[in-house]
């Protein structure tokens, strides 16, 4: 059984709350609250919006936020200008972009997630006991009572949990939807996504919380690995990983071994390790990897491997292909900001 630590603490000079998932002494994820207080909206953030601008030939309308952070709604079929509407951040802005929303709200606690406008009761994939999935139903179904056209997902983190625990879950999030509908303006409290709130809903492990935890831990020096382009791989190769305006270019080197044998090895390593340099890093949109030579009979094998790496990555994730020279698409949703954007 692996063991698994969660690492909070409260960075000194500014006060911001980074959280570190280390299993079996390796870090595996990493949240770092943004600096400032005019940070922009993070995912899962729900505002009570203003439809400012409709933009008809994309089907699509520019939404006031707050403070002058836009948004902008792609789906805005029958929306007026001025009209005023919950709306849910999907994404980190890009530069000069106004952040991406959703009017489709996800309520989010450990246990649940209640989907207003989404009706019934679904239970994680991830949970395959069909005894355990029909409890959690059952206890749901209790907790939720007459909702209307509101629905309910029992998350993977509910299998085994006490019917007390999600019970209560499920009640603070119909409390939250409620006060939600209630809000004027503006960001609603409770949904803003900070690195503690987000570690303690969504990782599993033992929690430690206190100073010098990352220090302790070795997680700065990871840290300051990571804003460096080369990643080191276990078979003695690195790719390296540079973010440019357009997208994330990703290239494979195997070092000093030129040999079909060693660009394999050094590809495959790359291909398990490549989803958690990504999620460290913060990264996302359009990501080219350009793969170390080898056969073109062990691609597929490249490709199995990939899909298997980022099965088990909570971010969304395209695996688009190769191109036609032989370069591997990926797209992935900007669901973070860059960690060079938000380490100190």
């Keep these: 059984m692996s063991h698994r630590t969660i690492l909070i603490e409260t960075h000194a000079h500014d006060g911001r709350t980074r959280a570190a998932l280390v299993v079996d002494g390796r870090l595996e994820d990493l949240l770092i609250d943004p600096p ?5 909206p993070r ?20 939404m006031r936020l ?21 709306v849910m951040a999907t994404g980190h802005a890009e530069p000069h972009k106004a952040t991406p929303v959703t009017q489709r709200l ?20 991830q949970i395959r006991d069909e005894d355990e999935r029909a409890r959690l139903t059952a206890v749901a179904t209790e907790a939720l009572g007459e909702a209307g056209d509101t629905g309910l997902i029992l998350r993977s983190l509910a299998a085994g949990a006490e019917p007390d625990a999600i019970r209560a879950d499920i009640a603070a999030l119909r409390a939250l939807a409620a006060d939600a509908a209630e809000t004027a303006e503006g960001p609603v409290p409770g949904t803003a996504a900070s690195a503690r709130r987000t570690a303690l809903s969504e ?6 919380e206190g100073a010098g935890l990352f220090e302790r831990e070795g997680v700065l020096d990871e840290i300051d690995r990571l804003l460096q382009p080369q990643a080191n791989l276990a078979s003695g190769a690195w790719m390296t990983i540079e973010p440019t305006a357009a997208l994330v270019a990703v290239d494979i080197n195997t070092g000093g071994d ?18 958690r340099q990504l999620r460290l890093r913060g990264l996302g949109g359009q990501i080219v990897v350009d793969f170390a030579p080898m056969p073109k009979k062990d691609r597929k094998r490249i490709e199995d491997t990939l899909k298997s ?7 969304e994730t395209s695996l688009a292909g190769w191109t036609g020279m032989g370069l591997f698409e990926i797209q992935r949703k900007r669901e973070r900001q860059p960690l060079a954007e938000v380490a100190d």
């Design 66 to 86: 707050d403070r002058g952070r836009q948004g902008y709604l792609r789906e805005a079929r029958g929306l007026r200008e001025g009209q005023r509407l919950l």
């Design 36 to 40: 400032g207080d005019a940070a922009a």
């Design 203 to 208: 990782w599993e492990g033992r929690v430690e």
């Design 106 to 125: 996800l309520f989010k606690a450990r246990h649940a997630i209640l989907t207003p406008g989404a009706p019934g009761i679904n239970v994680s994939r």
């Design 309 to 315: 790496a980022f099965r088990r990555d909570p971010i």
């Design 43 to 62: 995912p899962g953030e729900i505002y009570r919006a203003r439809v400012d601008r409709l933009v008809p030939n994309a089907g699509g309308a520019f």
């Design 258 to 275: 030129f040999s079909a044998a060693a660009g394999l090895k050094a590809n495959l390593d790359a291909a398990r390790d490549l989803p």
